[in-house]
């Protein structure tokens, strides 16, 4: 048997001389070593060798699983450092190349839209609030003047996730949450800028998710006039101070009296254009005084205080400031679109 195992060290040992990969060398490992390998089947004849044979053979069999393991290691730490070098000329950094030009990121149009109202209202004194996008039915409607089965209620096709959970359909909700935060304080004087969500199928024009900025003011003696005003000096500011705006009678239920504001042309200047359909003016937004009830809600004395609020569309501004014909290519994330307003 001893004859067997030196026969089988030379063996082994000439053929793990003369490997060429990982591969071929972890196929003898099998063959020399593994459970069902050369070794390990001399070594079942054992048995049949007497007590005084054993340790001397298992001694030489200590001594070839030795052996041909630590050329296997040696054979192993070879490739391996091989491979390393290999690899690391491949990954050879060449240092006189040229830096590589980063890419400067840029404000969404909506966000730069966003921010630029926010400090046109924030230099006229108003504050900014914030509010959950999932609402309760009695923020978004029961507060603002729309009971349950309110016919005005279809106008606005609603996400609800249970009878009294839904997602907000205007940022109006703020009005009530303000006015209860105030606790019957003066002045009041917010907008609320963020998302809101409606069932639409998406086209040019409409979205199922788009932003609204919401504004409110109460005080003693608050009038139409100074809604007006203030709507004048904000589109001024937005699309040049030759910009007039005119208030058409309209039906909201939280506002009363209530009224859609246009905008003359921004393509035209008010001459007429196929954008404003050859009459001067854009509709650009809802407004009008604080209904009683909506006051009454909020924990404000209506025959003591009033109010106005308004509410517009972020997308509708943009789309007139930038001259958009598509309100989808806000959310497309096409670069192409959005490069062209990257920071200069």
């Not at 053979?57 to 290691?73: D, H, K, T």
């Not at 969404?108 to 108003?126: A, D, T, W």
Request: net charge negative.
């Amino acid at each position: 048997m001893k004859e067997k195992l030196e026969a089988l060290r030379q063996e082994a040992l000439d053929q793990l001389h003369g490997v060429k990969g990982v591969q071929t060398l972890n196929d003898l490992r099998v063959k020399y070593l593994g459970k069902k390998g050369a070794l390990t089947e001399v070594l079942r004849g054992m048995g049949s060798l007497s007590a005084e044979e054993r340790p001397k053979i298992g001694q030489v069999a200590n001594e070839v699983r030795g052996a041909i393991e630590a050329l296997i290691e040696s054979k192993q730490e070879a490739f391996q450092k091989a491979e390393t070098e290999k690899r690391l000329q491949a990954e050879k950094i060449d240092v006189t190349l040229p830096g590589r030009k980063m890419e400067q990121g840029g404000i969404h149009p909506l966000n730069k839209v966003i921010e630029e109202m926010e400090e046109i209202f924030i230099g006229m004194g108003y504050h900014i609030a914030e509010g959950p996008e999932v609402e309760t039915d009695y923020y978004n409607f029961e507060a603002l003047n729309l009971p349950k089965n309110h016919p005005a209620r279809d106008m606005q096709d609603t996400f609800y996730i249970t009878e009294e959970i839904l997602m907000r359909t205007q940022t109006s909700p703020m009005q009530i949450r303000t006015m209860e935060k105030m606790q019957g304080e003066v002045p009041v004087k917010i907008i609320c800028p963020g998302k809101v969500y409606r069932r639409d199928d998406d086209d040019a024009t409409h979205s199922f998710q788009f932003n609204q900025i919401e504004g409110l003011v109460i005080g003693e003696n608050i009038r139409m006039s100074d809604l007006k005003g203030t709507l004048l000096q904000f589109m001024q500011e937005m699309f040049g101070p030759s910009t007039q705006i005119r208030l058409r009678p309209s039906f909201f239920p939280f506002t009363e009296p209530s009224a859609e504001v246009d905008v003359t042309c921004v393509k035209c200047g008010g001459d007429g254009c196929r954008i404003c359909k050859h009459t001067g003016w854009l509709e650009i937004l809802g407004c009008g005084m604080v209904h009683p009830k909506v006051l009454e809600m909020g924990g404000y004395d209506p025959e003591k205080y009033s109010g106005f609020a308004f509410g517009m569309g972020v997308e509708r501004i943009a789309i007139l400031k930038y001259g958009i014909d598509d309100i989808r290519h806000f959310y497309s994330s096409d670069m192409a679109f959005l490069k062209q307003f990257a920071r200069k």
